[in-house]
């Protein structure tokens, strides 16, 4: 398909006007925002939430350190894993449908909870969890902006989704803890299925089914959905190997070269097929090439600064985790309270240069940090505020761009692009972070006292680490600009 074609098919299918029954509010819409921010609520509170009882779980279920990480790895793994197949499902059978069978699967697996006794019956929940989340995912924001005409509205919602999902992710660790003392760790999993019914609910009676003329009509791409799902489960593995086995290990080398020869492959699979399951066009068109490669840079700086930040706290300044915890107190209020600011400012600066300045923003706090964060927290503080403050524009921006750049009846696969390129680039980031660290800390980091030298290597990698992610965010930031100016 020529370039040409498939701008006309963008211009053609993307709808610029809604049928004069849209809501012309989000008030008109609560029902069906309260069933979206729900999906967003879970997607949020499932891991942060977890995390804080893994300790009680490896205790009850005798469960080893690989056990453990795989209680939390194995979701991760299959979500991203699955994310674009379900997106290509969901733009086929129905993103209301798909979503709501995936939310019934969410609150069956939660249930499922009270029967397990061992650590593989635990993953195999995860597992199940894993599925269900990939199932709605790419619906969450497809369906949101379907529901309205205008992208203000859009921009406004999705807003609110996120802000619902951001206050779960923050306060998640705390209420996990609260819960810990009076309760069963049994119940931060069961707390997933009210959570689902009010999703199911909300989106059941606040969504009209998909019309037939919204839908993808060709064939599932089977070959590229199998080659797809093992490239991203590869690259998300493969940053963990890096992390727990080091660099000097095959492991995760071998992992590094099975993604690349699956990519290839797919990328093979997707320009010969009839009916690919990612029409390879369409990500080249100027709105979702560089609303990628923006979420593709803030994904790789924020997990990178986030994993050495946490490292730096703890280890390198001797602050406890609540300290470390409060430590982030500024990402987590920009990140909740700075959605009052992404319409004003998109509004100022229009959606292209709010979209590639929030970016920047991340960047830049990347590089506060690598330079400068090891003279005082003070200089950490202004990092993670520049930081969030740039995560919490171009997550709704560059979103709503990249939906605007695809057809109608493509916005299922282009929602689960957008979550795809978040989860693999922030384990890239991670993996290049603590390899990094890896090759330049000589001894175990986790040394409870550190000679001076392997204070000043740590503080080396960090320097090292964060200007070559820097580097790399900065590139992307400057391709997607050249990309939205084409």
């Known amino acids: 398909m020529s370039s040409e074609e498939t701008t006309a098919i963008v211009a053609e299918s993307t709808p610029t006007e809604r049928a004069s029954g849209s809501p012309q509010s989000l008030r008109e819409a609560w029902v069906a925002l309260a069933g979206l921010s729900a999906v967003f609520l879970f997607e949020m509170l ?61 609150a069956l697996a939660s249930l499922a909870t009270l029967l397990v006794t061992t ?108 080659l797809g799902t093992a490239t991203i489960a590869l ?64 994904g790789l700086a924020a997990a990178g600064m986030t994993y050495l930040v946490t490292l730096q706290l703890q280890l390198d300044w001797g602050w406890t985790p609540a300290m470390a915890a409060i430590g982030m107190l500024p990402q987590v209020v920009v990140l909740i309270a700075g959605g009052a600011v ?34 005082g927290y003070g200089w950490v503080a202004v990092a993670l505020v520049l930081v969030a403050a740039g995560m919490r524009v171009v997550g709704v921006v560059a979103g709503v761009n990249v939906l605007n750049g695809l057809p109608e009846n493509r916005t299922g696969i282009g ?3 957008i979550d795809t390129v978040s989860e693999v680039t922030s384990g890239i980031g991670i993996a290049i972070a603590g390899t990094i660290l890896a090759a330049l800390f000589t001894g175990s980091i986790a040394t409870v006292s550190w000679t001076a030298q392997q204070t000043a290597e740590f503080r080396q990698a960090v320097l090292v680490g964060g200007l070559s992610l820097t580097a790399l965010a900065a590139g992307l930031v400057g391709f997607g600009l050249a990309r939205s100016r084409s």
């Open 342 to 375: 992404v319409n004003p400012l998109v509004d100022r600066l229009g959606p292209g240069r709010a979209a590639w300045l929030s970016a920047a923003s991340v960047v830049a706090g990347l590089a506060v940090f690598s330079l400068l964060g090891r003279f």
């Open 415 to 417: 929602t689960a692009l």
């Open 46 to 106: 499932d891991n942060s939430i977890l995390n804080v009882a893994l300790p009680t779980i490896g205790r009850e279920l005798h469960a080893s350190t690989t056990g453990l990480q795989w209680v939390t790895g194995a979701y991760a793994v299959v979500y991203g894993g699955l994310m674009l197949v379900f997106g290509a499902i969901s733009d086929r059978f129905g993103r209301r449908r798909v979503m709501l069978i995936g939310l019934a699967l969410l």
């Open 235 to 298: 690259a998300l593995v493969a940053p963990t190997l890096f992390v727990n086995e080091g660099a000097a290990s095959w492991l995760p080398w071998t992992a590094t070269l099975a993604a690349a020869a699956a990519a290839v492959g797919f990328v093979l699979r997707e320009r010969s097929a009839e009916h690919p399951l990612l029409d390879l066009t369409l990500v080249t068109q100027p709105l979702v090439a560089s609303g990628l490669a923006y979420k593709s840079a803030v």
């Open 119 to 226: 650590a593989a019956q635990l993953v195999a929940v995860r597992v199940a969890m894993g599925v269900a989340a990939a199932m709605t995912t790419p619906g969450s924001m497809a369906l949101a902006f379907r529901l309205f005409a205008s992208d203000r509205l859009r921009m406004s919602a999705i807003t609110l989704i996120s802000t619902v999902g951001l206050v779960g992710l923050a306060v998640g660790p705390t209420v996990g803890g609260f819960v810990l003392a009076v309760a069963p760790w049994q119940v931060l999993l069961l707390v997933n299925v009210p959570v689902a019914a009010l999703a199911f609910a909300g989106i059941r009676l606040g969504i009209a089914a998909d019309e037939p003329d919204g839908l993808h009509h060709a064939r599932i791409d089977i070959a590229g959905g199998v």
